[in-house]
């Protein structure tokens, strides 16, 4: 597709359950980006992927929290034993370069209950 | 510690009445300053890159300069359809990571 791509747009998930969300980055860039946006608050960084290695994964909030990349082009971010603070909207973002500007998806509202 | 910081929260213009957003950012080097629109229950959309001190860019109604410390987002006779959150980030030069650092955005509201 012409843009950045993440699937589901919405996903209600009960308390304890396990998540997989999906994002499907523009053809061809190297870097891809998981943020993490509440209610009024600022974009959270949570992992940097160059390839299909994340060099920085600083962001992740808890080993419940992971992600991977294959292919150089989709990535997983999956959220283990979800609670109702990882209620939030999850958007992904690629650029063809590390160093360059970033487009970002749609986004993934993710609804803890 | 690298930070990002937007001023006003938030603005309300009359159509036409031009009006700057504040970026200020303290970093220990920058890769780049990056200018984004965020509609509601939408991801944000890129709008400018500024690489180094004086550079500026322009689209339509707006404009980004960058200075050592700040940038500014210059809106000109702005339209009710210019009405969007404004995000600022910056890409500090730290070894070994290319992530940005965002500020809480700037919510701009343009009445008819």
């Known amino acids: 597709g012409a843009g950045v791509s993440q699937s589901p747009s919405n996903k209600v998930t009960e308390k304890g359950k396990d998540v997989e969300l999906r994002c499907d980055p523009i053809s061809g860039h190297t870097a891809l980006y998981w943020y993490r946006q509440s209610l009024g608050q600022g974009l959270e960084f949570l992992i940097y992927f160059q390839g299909n290695s994340a060099p920085d994964k600083s962001g992740l909030p808890s080993d419940r929290f992971s992600a991977e990349r294959t292919g150089g082009s989709v990535s997983t971010l999956t959220i283990q034993r979800t609670q109702q603070e990882d209620s939030a909207v999850y958007l992904c973002?690629?650029?063809?370069?590390?160093?360059?500007?970033?487009?970002f998806g749609q986004g993934t509202r993710l609804t803890v209950v | 510690e690298d930070q990002v910081t937007q001023s006003p929260e938030a603005l309300r213009l009359q159509e036409g009445e031009s009006s700057s957003l504040n970026c200020s950012y303290t970093?220990?080097?920058?890769?780049?300053l990056f200018w984004y629109r965020q509609d509601p229950g939408k991801g944000p959309e890129f709008l400018f890159t500024l690489y180094s001190a004086g550079e500026e860019k322009e689209k339509e109604r707006l404009k980004a300069t960058l200075t050592k410390k700040e940038s500014f987002l210059h809106i000109t006779a702005p339209k009710p359809e210019d009405s969007a959150t404004y995000l600022c980030?910056?890409?500090?030069?730290?070894?070994?990571?290319?992530?940005?650092?965002f500020g809480t955005g700037t919510r701009l509201k343009v009445l008819a």
């Open positions: 973002a690629s650029s063809f370069y590390s160093q360059g500007s970033a487009f």
């Open positions: 980030a910056v890409q500090p030069t730290t070894s070994g990571t290319y992530k940005y650092i």
């Open positions: 970093v220990s080097g920058l890769r780049g």
